[in-house]
């Protein structure tokens, strides 16, 4: 339809003006296209939650050697299209002014375009992603209060002999490897354990829930990740989801020992954080466990290989076993990643079949690394009260194995082993990773049948998949809001510390995030959320853009940023950082610089004050600029130096 509409337009003649407008309407449809190609080439969903994840909270200890080629892919992606655009504007510029029915060409041009964006797939995720991100969530109740899908559960007993277990998340290897007409003899040792095992069949996938860290949090704490603007992979965050109650939280609240070892960078998705939230004494990622291993330890682009990483986990076991004390040890592989997984040298002669797809050569090692693992676990002296679960993290992304996977009826893995005290059975309710969590808490001898909005699967209840069936995506996605709820954002009680160098923390009470942040907050100077713009191109410019326009808020980042949104404010340039207060609509923005090593302490009352002045349409102080209203106006000024 594009092409379509530069031939309508390249009838007529048009101002150099109006075929820039057209060339950039081109050049954004095919950005858009390339981004919608390369993020369904991952997904096979389009643009969905996960892209929107890692965009906005980075990608930092992610393995982007073997995406090297995709990436060459890409450029040259985009390359052709600003070759395209310039095409086309000399396409355009040849335009003749007196053809009959210019107007008809102008029109027909102007409709095909708007039909080119209304069926672009990429643009038609992009909204339906952004509206769900928007719900007008301060208007209403919170969901947690109301809802009866949800379940804070209450405090644990511990039982009479409680039981260690083992949690072992393999990496994107799904249930759906087990399938032997498409997948013959692949995973037989994992076949076998689960034949001895609690097997639950019929685990699917859902909003908010298929990534890595996403996959943890919705089988340790009962919801689907509703992240909010964190950058940095949460680093910036003190604490992470510290409102969610997850099952790291209750066991260590009756006394249960919580490890965590993963091959990959604890930084990348904000692992590290979220284990050092909930309960969590002991969590180990690449750089923690190098230390054990040697520094010269041979790695892939993702971090520890599986067999070195396992050898760790048997002796951290054998360790917790020995102490006493009840223990989870939670561990998550990273050989069977996509796209093509990683060969340890242990498998470097191990093919499946002719070994000509290295995807199912991963899988296959993985089984046998994963099962040799399992059986020194049983044949220990502490076989008898340990629990061993095998799930997956989330179903895979596209890998090389993906067209067989596609025929398949994908599910997650998950299965519980105990042969002592759990008899082996199938499980075919209909249940998401959300259920996980409480499933788990029971068979380990707890009372509980529901966590978040997860729910015994071996319970009479009904899961949330089965209460909302075909509804149950935007059911979920609809909740975003006030799952962002569980961030527990720091709140403005004992005012606001900022102390600019060299820590660049700003402190609310016994609470802190790092410079620089835009801190979003209501009528009652509640903060609502807190955002950071690590990896967006302007920083916190286009967060501030995309505001409300009656947002309260206060934006503490370089002067620098904070003067692209006034007016008369050059002079304050050279100064490092700026702290501003205020709401677009207003007709000031009070800015106050930082010196560069002194910090700034306001209290509650002058930030109740402040706003209650802005409120008024009156200047504080002369530290009062007007705003500008338009953002065309909002041009990035040069700084000292000229640069723009």
Not at 21 to 30: G, T
Not at 40 to 67: P, Q, S
Not at 223 to 241: F, H
Request: glycine share 8%.
């Amino acid at each position: 339809m594009a092409a379509l509409a530069v031939i309508f337009l390249g009838r007529i003649s048009l101002f150099w003006w109006g075929r820039f407008v057209v060339v950039s309407f081109v050049f954004v449809l095919l950005i858009i296209s390339i981004f919608y190609g390369g993020s369904d080439y991952f997904t096979d969903d389009g643009i969905n939650e996960a892209v929107l994840y890692h965009l906005k909270y980075g990608l930092e200890g992610a393995g982007f050697g073997e995406y090297a080629g995709f990436i060459v892919i890409f450029s040259t992606f985009i390359a052709i299209s600003i070759f395209i655009s310039l095409f086309v504007f000399f396409y355009l510029s040849r335009g003749k002014s007196k053809v009959r029915g210019q107007f008809l060409h102008l029109l027909s041009g102007l409709v095909a375009f708007g039909v080119a964006f209304i069926i672009n797939p990429g643009l038609t995720d992009i909204i339906k992603l952004r509206n769900s991100d928007n719900n007008d969530s301060h208007e209403k109740e919170s969901y947690f209060e109301i809802d009866e899908n949800f379940v804070k559960p209450l405090p644990l007993t511990l039982p009479p002999k409680p039981v260690n277990f083992i949690y072992i998340y393999l990496e994107s290897l799904e249930r759906s490897y087990f399938v032997e007409k498409i997948f013959p003899d692949l995973v037989p040792g994992l076949k076998e354990l689960e034949d001895a095992s609690l097997s639950f069949t019929q685990i699917r996938q859902v909003t908010n829930t298929g990534w890595t860290i996403a996959g943890v949090t919705a089988s340790q704490c009962g919801i689907p990740l509703a992240p909010t603007g964190v950058g940095n992979s949460m680093a910036k965050m003190d604490q992470y989801l510290p409102g969610a109650v997850c099952i790291g939280d209750l066991l260590k609240s009756v006394g249960y020992k919580l490890h965590y070892m993963g091959g990959a960078s604890l930084q990348f998705a904000g692992k590290g954080k979220f284990y050092n939230t909930h309960g969590f004494s002991g969590v180990s990622g690449l750089e923690e466990l190098r230390e054990n291993l040697g520094q010269d330890i041979s790695v892939s682009e993702w971090g520890i290989y599986d067999p070195d990483l396992l050898q760790l986990a048997e002796e951290r076991f054998l360790d917790l076993s020995e102490a006493g004390d009840p223990f989870g040890l939670f561990l998550l592989t990273l050989d069977t990643h996509h796209p093509k997984g990683h060969i340890p040298e242990k498998c470097r002669d191990r093919n499946y079949g002719d070994g000509s797809n290295e995807m199912l050569n991963a899988v296959h090692c993985s089984d046998m690394v994963v099962t040799e693992f399992i059986k020194r676990v049983r044949e220990s002296d502490y076989s008898d009260n340990t629990v061993i679960v095998v799930g997956s993290d989330h179903l895979a992304f596209r890998n090389l194995a993906y067209d067989q996977l596609s025929q398949t009826n994908r599910t997650n893995l998950f299965f519980i082993n105990h042969p002592s005290q759990i008899k082996p059975a199938r499980i075919n309710k209909i249940g998401t990773t959300l259920d996980i969590g409480p499933t788990l808490l029971k068979q380990l001898g707890f009372n509980t049948e529901a966590l978040g909005l997860g729910k015994n699967l071996l319970g009479n209840e009904k899961t949330i998949i089965q209460k909302k069936q075909g509804d149950i995506y935007e059911y979920l996605r609809s909740l975003s809001d006030d799952l962002i709820s569980l961030w527990d954002f720091p709140q403005l009680n004992d005012g606001l510390l900022i102390t600019p160098d060299p820590a660049l923390t700003i402190q609310f009470g016994d609470r802190s995030i790092r410079f620089p942040a835009l801190i979003s907050i209501n009528d009652d100077l509640q903060v609502q959320r807190v955002t950071f713009g690590d990896y967006s191109p302007h920083g916190l410019i286009d967060h501030v853009d995309e505001l409300e326009a009656d947002q309260p808020f206060i934006w503490i980042d370089s002067c620098r940023n904070v003067s692209t949104v006034l007016l008369d404010s050059k002079e304050r340039l050279d100064r490092a950082v700026c702290v501003a207060v205020g709401s677009l609509d207003a007709e000031k923005l009070y800015v106050e610089t930082i010196e560069t090593k002194a910090p700034l302490l306001w209290s509650k009352d002058k930030l109740t004050g402040l706003f209650s002045e802005l409120e008024q349409q009156e200047s504080p102080d002369d530290r009062s600029y007007s705003m500008r209203k338009s953002r065309l106006e909002k041009i990035i000024m040069p700084s000292a130096g000229g640069e723009s």
